[in-house]
């Protein structure tokens, strides 16, 4: 017994002890101007997870060491919430902000960093049992007719009509989707409600929609599972994903009415021919891009922040690093299947970042 | 202090020792808190689920849309979903439990008896996402044939009529049936065994065979015990997660066919609450979890009911 209670006071000095008594190693000090490590936190989008993991490690060994990122990918819901509770210095998102959201947070401001595409992945295997590769051919109105339940067999005349070298089967087409929120969805969604004025009625754009056909897999991998199990299946996932993992994808005809295929440059180039329409907040919806050589089912990836910044010290950095990433960093993007932007998009970009001020008006450049 | 404890019925008449009134009145402060947390979770569920119960009343739970862009939410489908899938595995894993423990506590000798019993409470200890992945891509292709096989000779069948997908209602209760396997047995195997010999030994003296003996005297004498058990694996069924999200298609749809897509209420508010940002989405995926809490209480005083009216051991 008097054993037991020695141990049980020893325990109890330990956690006094090393709660309150002991001072703690020298802490790095945040806001004291040069010299010091500043720790920048973001949370948000998992799309861009691995690209900004990145451009974090390099510009932190490279460029200034001086400065630590801690991005948590949440999901652009959470990283959206975070930054409007001012819980973190910044939000990352793959949707644009709703009205709701802009009105709540009206300093909030939204900056492309780099876009990504969304491709139409499939398993089918043609009539003569020959699994089809990447390369068939979707028109925007077959792509929502076959989503909306309208087009139910592979070999439907306005499939077959775009690909005169494919023996497609008589087979019925199995659709999938994400079951998850994602911006994935979000891009995918709002493509097809600007091509099909039926999808726009019925089911409109969004990160969360009720699909009319086809069933549901959590995440990329889970539609790219249902893919692989399912024959004759089609569905959405991100493009990074799919050259990957090696799945076959579509070329969709684009507004110009040709067929292009989801690449890097492809999508860079829709970047470039929709940047005379770039709206105010620079939320713009990259779908469905004008262009000959665009791809039109791709979207920006945003960084939040606001006009104003709270600490001017993470404000200077947060600039200086995301104008690196917007003009050194792009090379990692390509390597890692993101797509930079397109050039004007980047000069207006670097000009709204230039533009921050912070701790009530002091130009952050 | 101590007369408090005395009035509720906890100390003794005459214990007067310091360190019982200490140690019983911690142990009453540990159950309460318990009771408390339930009450806590129940009211914090009825709080965040408050906008969504003001607009939509009743609604929420007879509409079958669910519609996130133009904000109409309808849990019919996912209670439709949750529920039958989870009575489904208990009808399945139930008699397979039920004889698995016959055999186990009768029958299997002691080397097959222990290491048997080992694994199959080794199924209930495997996590629930490898349970999806392994259904996933293995189970679902096997299933898919027996879909197929189905669908052809017995497509009339109002349960085997639309397309075998492969992923959908059935695949979801299959992978629950294995899932719950676990809970069913084990207790059943633990009741049965508990049963006195002197029943087994009158019955077989009376003349009747094994199999009389264990059908009229051993299980209605276990009664109880095994339906706690088949209670205890509904719960688990009920809110099951990963395993059934991937693999039950997720499509809030009702119908009766076996190989369509469904929903269940706890696949739905995983699938969606990350990404949910408008308020009143939050609020019906909330509602969803109140949904899902009222069902499983419910289910549970349903299954202490059904327990009671069975006796106690030994009476009809």
């Known amino acids: 017994m008097k054993r037991r209670l020695w141990v049980l006071w020893l325990v109890l000095v330990w956690v006094l002890v090393a709660c309150g008594g002991v001072k703690p190693v020298a802490k790095p000090n945040f806001d004291?101007?040069?010299?010091?490590?500043?720790?920048?936190?973001?949370?948000?989008?998992?799309?861009?997870?691995?690209?900004?993991?990145?451009?974090?490690y390099v510009y932190s060994k490279v460029v200034d060491p001086l400065v630590r990122f801690n991005y948590q990918s949440i999901g652009s819901g959470g990283g959206i919430r975070q930054i409007m509770a001012r819980t973190v210095d910044f939000g990352a998102s793959d949707a644009i902000l709703s009205e709701e959201e802009k009105a709540a947070a009206p300093d909030l401001q939204m900056f492309p960093t780099v876009a990504g595409g969304v491709v139409v992945a499939y398993h089918l295997v043609d009539a003569q049992g020959q699994e089809v590769g990447t390369g068939l051919r979707l028109t925007p109105d077959a792509l929502a007719d076959i989503f909306l339940g309208h087009i139910t067999r592979w070999n439907d005349p306005r499939i077959q009509d775009v690909n005169p070298d494919i023996a497609l089967p008589d087979a019925p087409i199995s659709v999938a989707h994400r079951s998850d929120g994602s911006g994935t969805t979000f891009l995918f969604t709002h493509y097809l409600a600007q091509v099909s004025p039926e999808w726009r009625e019925k089911v409109g754009g969004g990160k969360a929609v009720n699909w009319p056909v086809g069933i549901g897999g959590k995440g990329n991998e889970g539609v790219a599972g249902i893919l692989q199990q399912q024959p004759n299946s089609i569905g959405y996932v991100e493009l990074a994903y799919a050259v990957q993992n090696q799945m076959a994808y579509a070329f969709i005809q684009n507004r110009e009415g040709n067929f292009v295929e989801p690449t890097v440059d492809s999508i860079?180039?829709?970047?470039?021919?929709?940047?005379?329409?770039?709206?105010?907040?620079?939320?713009?919806?990259?779908?469905?891009?004008?262009?000959?050589?665009?791809?039109?089912?791709?979207?920006?990836?945003?960084i939040l922040l606001y006009k104003d910044m709270p600490n001017c010290i993470k404000a200077r950095k947060i600039h200086d690093f995301m104008v690196w990433a917007l003009t050194e960093g792009d090379v990692y993007a390509r390597s890692l299947l993101y797509a930079p932007l397109g050039a004007s998009v980047e000069k207006m970009v670097i000009e709204r970042l230039d533009a921050l001020t912070c701790q009530g008006g002091r130009p952050v450049k | 202090m101590e007369h408090l404890l005395q009035a509720i019925g906890i100390l003794g008449p005459t214990r007067k020792n310091r360190g019982d009134v200490l140690f019983e009145g911690f142990l009453l402060l540990m159950a309460l808190t318990l009771v408390g947390l339930v009450v806590f979770l129940f009211f914090e569920l009825v709080l965040g689920s408050w906008p969504a119960i003001r607009a939509f009343g009743v609604r929420f739970v007879t509409s079958r849309t669910w519609d996130p862009v133009r904000d109409e939410y309808g849990a019919l489908p996912a209670m439709y979903g949750t529920i039958v899938s989870s009575l489904l595995a208990l009808a399945v894993a139930g008699p397979v439990g039920l004889f698995s423990a016959v055999f186990l506590a009768e029958f299997a000798p002691s080397w097959l008896e222990r290491p048997l019993s080992f694994l199959i409470e080794l199924l209930a200890s495997i996590p629930s996402v490898v349970y999806g992945l392994w259904g996933l891509f293995v189970m679902v292709p096997l299933l898919r044939q027996v879909e197929v096989f189905l669908h052809q000779h017995a497509g009339d069948v109002p349960l085997f009529s639309c397309m075998p997908w492969g992923i959908g209602m059935l695949a979801a209760v299959v992978i629950l049936a294995i899932m719950i396997l676990p809970y069913s047995t084990a207790v059943a195997r633990d009741v049965i065994r508990?049963?006195?010999?002197?029943?087994?030994?009158?019955?077989?003296?009376?003349?009747?065979?094994?199999?009389?003996?264990?059908?009229?005297?051993?299980?209605?004498?276990?009664?109880?015990?095994?339906?706690?058990?088949?209670?205890?694996?509904?719960?688990?069924?009920?809110?099951?997660?990963?395993?059934?999200?991937?693999?039950?298609?997720?499509?809030?749809?009702?119908?009766?066919?076996?190989?369509?897509?469904?929903?269940?209420?706890?696949?739905?508010?995983?699938?969606?609450?990350?990404?949910?940002?408008s308020e009143i989405y939050l609020s019906a995926l909330v509602e969803l979890g109140l949904v899902l809490f009222a069902i499983t209480f419910l289910m549970n005083i349903l299954a202490r009911l059904l327990v009671l009216s069975m006796g106690t051991p030994g009476r009809r």
């Open chain 1, 268 to 302: 860079t180039a829709a970047s470039d021919a929709y940047a005379a329409e770039m709206p105010e907040d620079m939320g713009q919806l990259l779908v469905n891009a004008p262009g000959k050589d665009s791809y039109p089912i791709a979207g920006y990836t945003f």
């Open chain 1, 32 to 56: 004291q101007g040069v010299g010091k490590l500043v720790i920048i936190t973001g949370a948000g989008a998992t799309f861009p997870y691995p690209l900004y993991s990145k451009w974090f």
């Open chain 2, 194 to 277: 508990a049963v006195p010999r002197a029943q087994r030994e009158a019955m077989l003296a009376l003349g009747a065979t094994r199999w009389e003996t264990i059908w009229h005297v051993v299980i209605p004498y276990a009664r109880s015990g095994i339906v706690g058990g088949l209670m205890l694996a509904l719960g688990r069924a009920l809110g099951e997660t990963m395993a059934v999200t991937m693999l039950i298609g997720n499509r809030p749809d009702i119908s009766l066919c076996l190989f369509n897509p469904a929903y269940t209420l706890a696949s739905q508010i995983a699938n969606e609450f990350t990404e949910a940002t």
